[in-house]
């Protein structure tokens, strides 16, 4: 005998009571998952505003401003954080109010708070959740402490600066400055790999517009043994004022150093047109002196001479110079300084032309430690303007000491070229492929102030 079961109604109401109650869990944990992730998002974006802040305000405080919370105000403006507008709170303390650097007067702290509504934990009662993100910036004339070391100059250009290269290692141990305002200011493509080597962690990537960052290309932190402890980007803080020309002093604007006139040791005219040194013909002792060089020179294949440059400021006075693959050079407490020959008793008129360092050259100079030209190993004439390609591009044995400026010209960065000091490259568009090392040990200065963070940018320490 077939037997038929009813369910009870009260079976039946209980049953779609439990789905009612699922489907409401189920809507809640959604609801939780989709506004935390947007939450999530929301904060990295602040922390980014945050950054970009204090860099601002930190900025401010070194130039001698005082006016520190409307400059980090403005720089999180430019990322998306206006303060009072949108329930967005801005404040900038100098000294930090709270943690490890509360009460440092060289240290500047950005907070910025918001208040989102939420879309669906509503359903839990939650109508609002408030987002914070803070940052800290500290500036230091400690010896050998972070500080800026590539500063690409030109205001609006795409790939102001531009990292790019196959299975290539970039090596810093301290921060670079793209100036430009475009979108992809910053450019870095695959197969480049940017070690930071700062002890710290504190070095970084400062772009007054935006950066590109494509394929395989990464980021990596290593210790004082090359080994990697953090992968992954560095802190890059985007939408920073423009600071402008490091090298130029002039009211609140100077950065880094006054370098307003060559002070050559000597204006003697060591050359009256160009001159080409190779194996052949090399000079008296394998060694050249500081003064004019009209034309400017060329270092051929030198086989296994040496050509030694003797402290001092080369003037090459028209013509530029060039390394060729085969060269091997060496000098220390040496400035070139390239203009044309206007004004240095040349008997022609010879124009100005960039420098070329070939690829397979060994060069091995660094600037002088002290006096007028202290720090400074290449110098263009900045009351010229000229947009071809300053080419250094060096063999793996190849070191430069110094900086490198190129203020109305655009430079080339290649080779494996490395320093065993400090080195500082400055030109209106920089690329820079090949594995190079670029590091920051003031200590063979008389005065390394000029070159420290409290000149050119301290970094984010929190």
């Not at 005998?1 to 189920?26: D, S």
């Not at 907070?111 to 509504?117: F, K, N, S």
């Not at 047109?273 to 050249?288: F, H, L, Q």
């Amino acid at each position: 005998m077939k037997r038929t079961f009813h369910r009870n109604p009260k079976e039946r109401g209980f049953a779609a009571l439990a789905y009612a109650l699922m489907i409401l869990v189920i809507l809640a944990f959604t609801g939780l998952a989709v506004d935390v992730g947007y939450l999530q998002w929301q904060r990295r974006l602040m922390q980014s505003a945050t950054d970009a802040a204090a860099m601002g305000a930190l900025r401010e405080l070194e130039i001698g401003n005082s006016d520190l919370t409307a400059a980090g105000q403005n720089d999180a403006a430019l990322n998306g954080f206006t303060n009072g507008q949108n329930g967005t709170t801005v404040t900038i303390n100098n000294p930090p109010g709270s943690g490890s650097f509360a009460g440092k007067n060289t240290a500047v702290e950005a907070v910025i708070q918001r208040t989102y509504g939420t879309f669906f934990m509503r359903v839990l009662g939650t109508n609002n959740v408030t987002v914070a993100a803070r940052s800290v910036g500290e500036t230091t004339t400690t010896y050998g402490s972070i500080g800026g070391c590539i500063f690409a100059l030109n205001p609006s250009i795409k790939a102001g600066l531009e990292v790019n290269g196959t299975s290539m290692d970039l090596s810093t141990s301290c921060n670079a400055v793209v100036e430009s305002n475009d979108s992809a200011a910053y450019k870095m493509g695959s197969g480049v790999t940017w070690k930071f080597s700062d002890p710290g962690g504190h070095a970084h990537i400062a772009v007054v517009g935006g950066a590109q960052v494509t394929g395989q290309a990464g980021f990596q932190r290593i210790n004082s043994s090359n080994a990697v402890y953090t992968n992954g980007n560095p802190t890059m803080v985007t939408g920073i004022v423009n600071p402008c020309d490091p090298f130029s002093c002039t009211t609140d604007t100077c950065l880094i150093k006054n370098l307003s006139t060559i002070n050559a040791p000597t204006t003697t005219i060591r050359s009256a047109s160009s001159v080409n040194w190779n194996k052949n013909s090399m000079p008296a002792g394998n060694s050249i002196s500081p003064g004019v060089y009209c034309g400017g020179f060329t270092v051929g294949d030198t086989d296994d001479k040496t050509l030694t440059m003797q402290p001092g400021v080369y003037i090459l006075a028209g013509g530029g110079m060039q390394f060729n693959s085969s060269a091997r050079i060496a000098g220390t407490g040496v400035t070139i300084y390239n203009t044309s020959s206007s004004g240095w008793g040349c008997s022609g008129n010879s124009a100005y032309a960039p420098l070329q360092v070939d690829g397979q050259a060994q060069v091995n100079l660094s600037a002088p430690t002290n006096g007028p030209m202290e720090g400074m190993l290449f110098y263009m004439d900045r009351n010229i303007t000229d947009t071809r390609w300053n080419q250094i591009v060096g063999g793996s044995s190849s070191k430069f000491d110094g900086a490198l400026y190129f203020k109305h010209s655009n430079l080339k960065f290649a080779g494996k070229n490395s320093t065993t000091g400090y080195m500082i490259l400055v030109a209106d568009q920089i690329q820079i492929t090949g594995s190079s090392t670029l590091g920051n040990n003031y200590t063979s200065l008389a005065n390394p102030i000029p070159f420290a963070p409290g000149s050119t940018g301290g970094g984010l320490v929190q």
